[in-house]
């Protein structure tokens, strides 16, 4: 049914716009929303397809941003795009916190939007670059801390490692800004191989 209805619609859109009854800056918006609607149909049909709302929230954002990207700002449209992407994955942790990988994507594509605002709405300086990068890493490490709160109903208590160090990047961009580039990368690295380390040594 989702690809009987989503080249129906496009089969339509396209007559229309031939016709010049849809302005050609809306046809790639009112094509994007017609992929969408049949996943919000699958998820309204049995909430348990959660996994509908993903691509149909995405696309139904990302429409808006198609339309409205004209008359906004160049540099505002990639947080748009982002956000959009984030806010399913927030939607879907929300009405089914067992599904707590959600929250992973969901604050890291967060993270970065809202990095990208604060660089975009105050300075475009190197300065204001490294300030993003340390938003960027705060809110990467208060992602994974959420998880780690959630431990006693899942099984997280290997996130407090990656919060800890990107808690600490955070800051430490945040505190010594430009002379911490040569220290954060090494820190990653070592917060991935702890990651890995207690991973593998997990029992399956």
Avoid: Q
């Avoid at 748009?80 to 929300?94: C, E, M, R």
């Avoid at 670059?129 to 340390?134: E, I, N, T």
């Avoid at 959630?150 to 990656?162: G, L, N, Y």
Wanted: aromatic share 14%.
């Amino acid at each position: 049914l989702i690809p009987a209805w989503v080249l129906t619609v496009i089969g339509g859109i396209i007559v229309l716009s031939e016709s010049g009854r849809i302005p050609d800056d809306f046809v790639a918006g009112f094509i994007l929303l017609s992929i969408a609607l049949p996943f919000f149909v699958v998820y309204l049909v049995n909430r348990k397809n959660w996994g509908a709302l993903i691509p149909a929230g995405v696309l139904t954002v990302v429409t808006f941003i198609v339309v409205i990207a004209s008359n906004a700002r160049e540099e505002f449209v990639p947080v748009l795009v982002l956000t959009a992407i984030a806010l399913p994955f927030f939607f879907v942790y929300t009405r089914s916190p067992e599904n707590w990988w959600a929250l992973i994507p969901a604050g890291i594509l967060a993270s970065i939007a809202g990095g990208l605002l604060v660089m975009f709405a105050f300075s475009e300086g190197s300065s204001m670059f490294v300030r993003a990068s340390g938003i960027f890493f705060l809110g990467w490490g208060l992602t994974f801390g959420a998880l780690w709160l959630r431990r006693a109903v899942h099984d997280t208590e290997w996130a407090k490692w990656p919060a800890a160090v990107l808690l600490a990047c955070g800051l430490g961009v945040i505190i010594f800004g430009e002379g911490f580039d040569k220290l954060w990368p090494l820190l990653i690295i070592v917060a991935g191989v702890v990651v890995l380390y207690f991973g593998l040594r997990r029992p399956k």
